[in-house]
């Protein structure tokens, strides 16, 4: 079982909207900022997507977003894009005894 | 560019050892720390343990504890993942990933080796 919960699976058409919850706790997601997302397309390495809660580094597009609100952080993927069909992970730092990093279990996106 | 390039595919038996190699270029190695992350067939991400390139220090995963051992090569500006009494369990990709702030130990994962496939089999 992972230390954050996602949904298993989320899905959209083109052009709509959707949003993926990561809830964890006030020792990782709550307490710290140091929350961040990765896209991972089958058989290649996690891509970040968003980092501090709601940083995009350069090159990901604008259509990503995160946030966060007590012990949940979210991602929300505007004008969904046949490529963005992938696996997600959210990741934050901890202050639980090691592991000091965990994950979320990972949601399967689904471009309908 | 910044990249990291990992060693190739390994196959071992039950109770054997593997070590893992993950070559960084493109930018300052001992400037940013290192994590291994792996990931079972199927299954999620799973966070192993951080080194310090700059000072060697290291910190494991409780569950990897008298397992791992990570170490670097300034030399060659190389991080490796040690892994003894392998197990079936162990079966997975095993990642290389850089903490994309200079000098910070925890934050996010802006660089990704391009993973190192374990099997664990009789």
């Known amino acids: 079982q992972s230390a954050l919960t996602q949904p298993a699976s989320v899905s959209g058409s083109p052009g709509q909207s959707i949003t993926i919850s990561c809830t964890g706790t006030s020792s990782d997601v709550g307490g710290y900022n140091y929350v961040s997302w990765y896209q991972q397309h089958p058989g290649k390495a996690p891509k970040l997507m968003i980092y501090?809660?709601?940083n995009r580094p350069s090159g990901v597009s604008n259509r990503f977003s995160g946030s966060k609100s007590g012990n949940t952080a979210s991602l929300t993927i505007s004008g969904l894009q046949a490529e963005d069909e992938a696996d997600y992970y959210c990741s934050s730092y901890t202050s639980s005894s090691t592991p000091n990093v965990v994950f979320g279990g990972g949601t399967k996106l689904t471009v309908l | 560019q910044v990249q990291l390039v990992q060693s190739g595919a390994e196959v071992k038996k039950p109770g054997a050892s593997v070590k893992v190699s993950c070559k960084a270029s493109g930018y300052t190695f001992t400037s940013y720390y290192m994590h291994w992350v792996r990931q079972a067939p199927g299954q999620g991400l799973e966070w192993m343990g951080i080194i310090n390139p700059s000072g060697g220090s290291t910190s494991y995963a409780q569950k990897f504890q008298g397992r791992v051992t990570m170490t670097r090569d300034t030399s060659t500006s190389t991080v490796y993942m040690e892994l003894s009494s392998l197990r079936s369990e162990d079966t997975a990709v095993y990642y290389c990933a850089r903490v994309g702030r200079r000098e910070v130990e925890y934050d996010a994962f802006d660089i990704w080796g391009q993973g190192t496939m374990v099997t664990v089999s009789s």
């Open positions: 501090e809660v709601s």
